[in-house]
């Protein structure tokens, strides 16, 4: 059961996004059609506020139903529309009673409608003023099948626990659990404890579908009902996604299908001039089982459709269908009619390629504005995690884009990744100089802007990649141990780990691999000079750096994680038995409660022991780049620009670049929280932390308490940098040091070596 629960969560809690590819696509170089346009018209509700509404097809008549909860019963209304071209049409609304619920609606043609119906009660005393249970009474939870007719009126409600061969079902099982109701011919179909049941539709068992006792090959299936009546099970296997047709019954499947990319990333319906059609955060796509790929039909960036996903999609014909979503800008959810638009429609624009590695929805929702927006350009956008990663290789989309770079096939723009070869890429002339662009821009000035941060992603005097928001990658530690200055060395570091008590932690929790992965994150531009590709691993710096990290543990015991760990887990800074925690710090307030919550007193932002005494880095939120090579760079910049601009400086999580806005964070940190009544009356509260069972007020800082925290935030001036080919050099060597089989110099010397030859082939 545990398995099952964690695969189907993992359906519906990973949100990666899938672009556009397939028969009509073949390539990221062909990711942008016209004709993948669609126009979306929302439908209006009749009546009432609009909840999440779900539908429903049955026959050719397309129907939804929203849930409202009702304060005055406890209990929630689920209210019936019928979906026409104008809107929605109100139809009846049915009530679920206090501690009752219905769910898994279906409809057949002649629009009865049928449901699961379940009512938890509890068999003990209940505290009528607190709601606690009371005595030793038993939880039971009831499920019925329930049909109504095409008016709203009750037409049956069948206790199931009342039929023998579902007792058998719960005896074997352990337990009683019902859903998925569906639709299916003359049948009525639900699952119970694994097994599908079939009936008819005045709710008269017929049978169970497959083998009672034995191997139920539907037991991991969600099943879906095609337009010509077959069905489709959806498998969620241990690595991957399944698609089989089912003989219902006898409860076998036909042959297993696999589909391309990544499976989990697709919701799926019944589709029209297709069996499926699939969807995801990137667009509606035909599917064919059997199909060696699926087919776009509709891609959202291409629609200039800001949403967070669609689902509930009913093809109405091959050019339209009925869906809802979230829309991402407003987070309401709204249902809609989309319709192909003809490509002979779709306005000319210059077309301007932007490719990342990895998925970023702030990029995306950035395209899709500009899109909007512009009338003299269009971002094509190149998701090559979404045209290539698959369930073996999530990483095939990096791979793919850094091969097509090194071959020619540069963009315009680049979201840049730790994954890719951004130091070679820089030495072979690839990206633009963005730093002109900035200086001529009649909206910006240089000036405006961190110029610490400008000058850490500068090579040379030029900058390659444009960094809109940044935060620090650090260890905190009290002022009162380490002093106020930032920056010790691992000297410093061991004398005061050597000074405490024994079992006193320097990191909470952290093995020696852990820490080698810190310490390179934090100081590798202190061993590798990223403008003449030198190294210096054959140095007493690094040698010390790896005595250092000799001393943490190779693994951490599992009864190392105690209940009394986690008791006292709050407590371990304010009370001296860990000296250090590690700290992403992305706004100024998150240093304010680790001073006066986490710590309790004065801190210093001290960083990772290291060769030269810094030890923090300016982790990037966002890279930009753009290619030498784009044959459109003022097009380029109007993209990039928007994101130094205040629109977008002001609504960022991080330290904006702009020292304009990182003033009016500075500005928040030194005020009480606050919200807005609703007669616009700024109301203030006060900001708790807890430690254990203590309450913490958090005080506003000072203005000199901020002053002295920018002045920090401007001297940073060392790279967050994750390159996992060289971390994996000094990973293998350094392991025979670890082990007692050489000496700190001599994997040094030998560190050195690999790490020279690597980066000399890199550059």
Known sequence: MNKKIVLMAIMVLIISLTGCKGKSQAGAENVSSKDYVYRIEDMQLSGENQNAITMIKAGNEIFGY???????????????????????????????????????????PE????????????TGEIDEETGEYLGEGEFIDEYFLVKFASDGSEAFSRD???IPELQKLKEDAGYFNVNNAMINGDNLYINCCGYYVQFDKEGQLKKIIGNQGGQNQ??????????DGKVIAIIYEESSMMLAQVDMENGTLGEKVKLPGIGWNYSYYQGMGYDLYLSDNYGVYGYNLGDEDKTCLMNFVDSDFMCWGINNVIPISEREFYA??????????????????????????????????????????????FNKNNDEYRIVLQDYAALYATEEDYNAGVTRLNTDIVSGKIPDIILLDDSMPIDSYISKGMLEDI????????????SDYMPNVIEAFSVSGKLYSLVPYFSIQTLLAKTADVGPERGWTVQEAVELWDSRPAGTEFINGTTRSSMLEYCMQMSSSQFVDRETGKCSFKSEEFVQMLEFINRFPEK?????????????????WREGRTLTCSYYLGDIGSFNRAKQATFGEDITMIG???ANGDGSAIAPGMQLAMSSKSKNKEGAWSFMRNFLLDEYQSGIYGFPLSIKHLEIMAQKAMEKPYYMDEDGNKVEYDDIYYIGDVEIKIEPMTRQEVDTFLEQLYSFSQVYTVDRSLQQIIEEEAASYFAGQKSAKEVADIIQSRAQIYVNETR
């Open 608 to 610: 990772f022991p290291s």
């Open 556 to 572: 951490i015991d599992d009864d190392y994680y105690s209940d009394a760990y986690w008791q006292l887990y709050d407590t371990q």
């Open 435 to 446: 730093k002109p662009y900035i200086e001529k821009d009649s909206d910006m000035e240089l």
């Open 218 to 227: 539907l037991e991991n299936a969600n099943l879906l009902t095609l337009a």
């Open 66 to 108: 929203e849930y409202v909860w009702q304060e005055s019963s406890n209990g929630e209304q689920i209210i019936f529309y019928k979906v026409k071209n104008n809107g929605l049409e109100r139809l009846f609304e049915i009530y679920a009673e206090e501690n009752s619920s219905f769910s898994s609606f279906a409809i057949d």
């Open 160 to 162: 199931l626990a009342e």
């Open 324 to 369: 809802s979503y979230d829309d991402a800008e407003t987070g309401e959810s709204r249902v809609a009619k989309f319709s192909k638009v003809d490509p002979a429609d779709v306005k000319e624009k210059q077309e301007i390629v932007l490719a990342m590695a990895y998925t970023n929805w702030d990029v995306k929702s950035e395209v899709i504005k």
């Open 111 to 122: 629009g009865n409608l049928y449901s699961i119906k379940n009512r938890y009660t509890y």
